[in-house]
């Protein structure tokens, strides 16, 4: 099937049920799938128990997007799948299904005992331990490759207000990834305050400009969207896009007074950018085409 084949839909399978304090899985499960379904060409469903699942249950669509962690905390100890289901998953992208992974997912694999290093090479790129959340809520993004197909037409730079910077992700030994947008993370930003460190976020630290130009990869621009081959199947992954509380330190002071965590948050995923993003990134794992049908009022680069 193309990217212009009227005939059918394109049939999309979310994966979630899980995901670590600062998000919100089921209301960012559904923001995914009002964005793709606001084109006539997608077909989404929700699952919410993917335990036991087979290669006979992703046999019928044509992407599968990732909203899952298996922990409650980043770091924490993951509840999985199942080893046969794992494997379902990669030899479903290896014999060229579409994947999609979003946001909480790249948590993903950081306590796994077997299947880690392939979840990695599937992924392109993961949170491990020397990886972090950057300091800031704001995420100044740069589009690395404005004229990919899943990019073009979209102005170089723009902002998501209230996001979170991943930065530091362990890589594969091979990488062969295009990347088609990075962030910046200076060293200074982290001697603003109280910041919560190095991926487990064992509790607030202070730095100084040296401490924090010892922490791995400060001073240098980081990848958060990208895509890959993986076997004969195509990988888009998008990092930002935060869907949860409206703070870090909101997220984390409600989890340790036991109580709620503020309100939703998704200005990210309304940006047209991110919209346009997720629809076309969806589709060209899928297909390997994006139709020229941006989301409504995005701005454009002369």
Not at 4 to 9: K, L
Not at 37 to 50: G, M
Not at 117 to 133: C, P
Not at 260 to 282: E, F, N, Q, S
Request: hydrophobic share 40%; charged share 25%.
């Amino acid at each position: 099937m193309t990217a212009n084949d009227p005939q059918r839909r394109l049939r999309a399978l979310i994966i979630t049920g899980n995901d670590h304090f600062h998000h919100r899985w089921r209301a960012a499960s559904a923001r995914f799938r009002e964005i793709l379904e606001e084109r006539p060409y997608f077909d989404v469903r929700v699952t919410e128990a993917f335990e036991g699942a087979t290669a006979a249950t992703l046999a019928p669509f044509d992407v599968v997007l990732l909203n899952y962690f298996g922990a409650d905390a980043p770091a924490g100890e993951e509840r999985r799948w199942g080893e046969d289901t794992e494997r379902a998953l990669f030899e479903y992208v290896r014999n060229g299904g579409g994947l999609v992974v979003l946001h909480g997912s790249f948590w993903m694999g950081g306590t796994w005992d077997s299947h880690a290093d392939e979840l990695l090479e599937l992924f392109g790129g993961a949170m491990r331990s020397t990886s972090r959340r950057a300091p800031g809520e704001a995420v100044e993004i740069h589009l690395t490759e404005p004229e990919h197909p899943i990019t073009r037409g979209l102005t170089v730079d723009f902002v998501s207000p209230v996001d979170d910077k991943y930065v530091n992700m362990a890589l594969p030994p091979v990488n062969d990834v295009t990347v088609l947008a990075d962030i910046a993370d200076p060293a200074e930003a982290y001697l603003e305050g109280a910041y919560y460190a190095v991926n487990a976020m064992p509790g607030p630290k202070i730095y100084d400009i040296e401490s924090a130009r010892a922490l791995p990869g400060t001073d240098q621009r980081h990848p958060v969207s990208w895509t890959k081959a993986y076997g004969d199947g195509r990988v888009f992954a998008l990092s930002f896009g935060h869907v949860g509380a409206s703070t870090i330190g909101a997220a984390h002071q409600g989890h340790a007074e036991g109580r709620d965590i503020g309100p939703t948050m998704d200005i990210a995923t309304r940006l047209p950018h991110y919209k346009t993003m997720l629809v076309r990134g969806a589709e060209w794992a899928a297909t390997g085409e994006v139709r020229d049908d941006p989301v409504d009022e995005v701005p454009k680069h002369d």
